[in-house]
């Protein structure tokens, strides 16, 4: 059996070149002790690693790749890094080693490449057989391996940026001058390519005005904000639908992968993620503008500068809250704290004093650690993903959703004081402490949560158990943790009731309506989604472009009516066969339409409804009639007419009507979209004859 090598036979032969590139002075020094460090290498038969197993499963490619003939960077990671490839010769491999899970299954992994625009190839290594062999001992781990499949270099955590590009340029010219490289050629395929379009890509949170009723939903995947009524009309769209980083008018703004929001009034807060910023959109002069970042990642865990001039790492969230002043407060997941970002003098808790617009550590020490403490400082986060203000007395904390450790925490706004809720284990080190279990304290069990929301009324906290695929409640006073909606399992459907719901990895949630209603970023679904927490019914909540609900033009050389896009039916949507009627050529068919609303609700007038008529494959049935019309009342039946020509093109064409329907709680409340699909089969007589044939098209949501 072959004898493979292992990172810990690697470590002592780099530590001696880290060393001397520590004190190296030049970049031509540096360059020229990695040379010599390479030649060193090659002289040696050994450090030779096992190639990938047969039988894993890869995305991105063709098919599996061999670790020879190339330069490699292998990263072993879990869900959330990507690399890019600037050379040929130079192939970057992502070899998922899930810690949770749910990050083995192949789904939750294709997700993960779409949501983090992962355009290099990723095998899955759900049993982490590779990370064994070599003994990785944490995520990220970079290895670099030379076209023997040989260990050549490794990095561990993050932050190594200029050492693997000097390292990566060095061995590209090396193996390039030797002839031991073959162009670049790897059969990428993305996986990406193969998807339909949809309104939201990974939405990540949501969050409510609670005076204007507007919400504010990152739609990550599309690298934008939109800003949208309760009612779900589209009002603004910020940035998209490509990446990138640029302040000023909102049609000119740009973002990258934005995950969290916070609005209050004509302000909307933004967690700008992958820029490494927190933005600031101001609706009502149609500017966006940046507080604090500089654009790349920082690794400063104190803070102090001005924001613009504060670097800062990967910010996840954001939230609105008063601490010795008001404040924005920062989940802060690259460094695993809270930071605050201050929009007036003050103090913070256990702080010292600060000025307008400085950029500060909150709490955490920067360790990753599932640590409470009475002293901010000493207390250790691990990815804080989700934040909720309660302002109130008792309460007075924000509550953390603490990714890493599957705990909910809560950070004193009073004295800066970090507690434990529900979640996780005593062992502060032990961030593998995670399930699905309901209970009290440390024996309830999360996985992963990624948001919370706060509901004063009831004094309750919502969580996105996220890998969990649930929603959970928790009551801080009790510290009872237990599930409110979801089945526990990865899917999308919707009701009857709440347990019977289903999510995938929901992102983010706020409340609406007073406490009646829970928002939810059901973001692998790519779509937000409404518990009605009165009725405990879930339902999907419509986003309404209004130049797709006017979806029909007649051009200026045909008179049938050219369709434009049109909003897809859910697949929750009934689809009704009709028993066939027989016609004859010269009579025309008129279509009733008579749909029954569900009881308590009513049209809504801000997003309007409407029906489409076609006949795939036979639209000589359509010519010189409407193909969509606006639906407004439903007291009686609408009429819909097809005529048959004299000379048909087919003796059994189909006619489908599909309508979609936009209907709120007549209290007010939770809105909804319904759809259904009628197919009427015809069959077309070969005698001529005038008039009409009429059928009754019925469907009560």
């Not at 059996?1 to 002075?25: G, H, R, V």
């Not at 294709?110 to 982490?128: F, G, K």
């Not at 029909?552 to 697949?571: M, N, Y």
């Not at 339409?593 to 609700?601: D, H, S, V, Y």
Request: glycine share 10%; with cysteine.
């Amino acid at each position: 059996m072959a004898s493979y090598s292992k990172l810990s036979d690697l470590f002592p032969i780099q530590s001696q070149l880290d060393y001397a590139l520590e004190d190296a002075t030049t970049q031509e020094e540096k360059e020229n002790l990695v040379h010599q460090y390479l030649h060193k290498i090659d002289e040696r038969d050994d450090l030779i690693i096992p190639d990938f197993e047969e039988g894993l499963e890869w995305l991105n490619t063709d098919g599996p790749l061999l670790l020879r003939n190339e330069l490699f960077i292998c990263i072993f990671f879990f869900f959330c890094w990507k690399l890019y490839s600037k050379y040929n010769g130079l192939v970057v491999i992502g070899v998922h080693s899930a810690k949770f899970p749910n990050e083995k299954v192949l789904q939750n992994v294709r997700s993960a490449v779409l949501r983090y625009d992962i355009t290099h190839p990723v095998v899955n290594d759900s049993d982490a057989r590779l990370w064994q062999e070599l003994e990785v001992s944490c995520w990220p781990t970079l290895v670099v391996l030379g076209p023997r499949g040989n260990l050549l270099f490794s990095l561990v955590g993050e932050g190594h940026r200029e050492q693997l590009f000097l390292f990566t340029e060095a061995a590209h010219k090396h193996y390039r001058e030797q002839g031991l490289l073959k162009d670049h050629d790897v059969g990428i395929k993305l996986y990406r390519d193969s998807l339909p379009p949809s309104i939201l890509s990974f939405p990540g949170k949501i969050a409510m005005d609670p005076s204007s009723k507007q919400l504010a939903i990152a739609d990550t995947g599309h690298h934008r904000v939109l800003v949208v009524s309760h009612t779900g009309q589209l009002l603004h769209t910020v940035g998209g639908p490509s990446s990138g980083r640029r302040d000023g008018n909102l049609s000119e703004a740009q973002f990258s992968s934005p995950q969290g929001v916070f609005i209050k009034g004509d302000t909307v807060y933004v967690a700008d993620t992958e820029n490494h910023l927190v933005r600031k959109i101001n609706l009502s002069e149609g500017k966006v503008s940046t507080l604090a970042g500089i654009g790349v990642q920082g690794t400063d865990k104190e803070g102090g500068a001005p924001g613009p001039q504060q670097p800062i790492s990967s910010p996840w969230d954001v939230a609105l809250g008063n601490a010795g002043g008001d404040i924005v407060c920062i989940a802060m997941a690259g460094t695993h704290q809270i930071w605050a970002l201050f929009l007036e003098d003050g103090k913070l808790p256990k702080g010292s004093d600060s000025k307008k617009g400085t950029c500060v550590r909150f709490a955490g020490s920067g360790n990753e650690e599932n640590r409470n403490n009475v002293y901010p400082h000493k207390a250790g986060l691990a990815q804080p993903s989700g934040l909720a203000l309660a302002p109130t007395e008792p309460w007075e904390c924000l509550f953390i959703a603490d990714s890493e450790s599957s705990t909910i925490r809560s950070l004193s706004l009073k004295d800066g004081a970090v507690k434990h809720v529900v979640g996780g284990e005593r062992d502060p080190l032990n961030l593998f402490a995670f399930g699905d279990v309901d209970g009290k304290g440390i024996d309830a069990k999360l996985q992963h949560p990624l948001g919370v929301s706060w509901d004063e009324g009831s004094s309750l906290l919502y969580v996105a158990d996220s890998y969990n695929h649930k929603i959970k409640v928790v009551d801080p006073k009790t510290k009872q943790c237990r599930v409110c909606a979801g089945t526990g399992k990865a899917g999308n459907g919707l009701g009857p009731g709440f347990l019977e719901s289903s999510f995938n990895e929901p992102g983010g949630l706020c409340l609406g309506e007073g406490g009646k209603l829970l928002y939810v970023a059901d973001t692998n679904n790519h779509c937000i989604k409404v518990l009605d927490l009165q009725t405990k019914t879930v339902s999907l909540f419509p986003i309404v472009v209004q130049q797709e609900v006017d979806s029909v033009l007649t051009t200026a050389t045909s008179s049938t009516p050219a369709v434009r896009k049109l909003p897809k039916l859910p697949k929750s949507a009934p689809v009704l066969t009709m028993p066939s009627i027989t016609v004859s050529s010269g009579q025309s068919v008129t279509l009733f339409l008579k749909l029954a609303l569900p009881t308590g609700t009513k049209l809504t007038e801000e997003a309007p409804s409407f029906w489409s008529l076609s006949a795939e494959g036979n639209e000589w049935l359509l010519e010189g009639r409407a193909v969509t019309g606006s639906i407004s009342d439903l007291s009686e039946p609408i009429s819909i007419v097809s005529s048959i020509p004299a000379a048909p093109a087919s003796p059994d064409p189909t006619l489908t009507l599909d309508a979609w329907v936009y209907c709120c709680l007549c209290e007010g409340g939770a809105c909804m979209m319904k759809a259904v699909s009628f197919k009427q089969p015809l069959l077309i007589g070969s005698t001529s004859q005038e008039g009409s044939v009429a059928v009754m098209l019925e469907h009560a949501f």
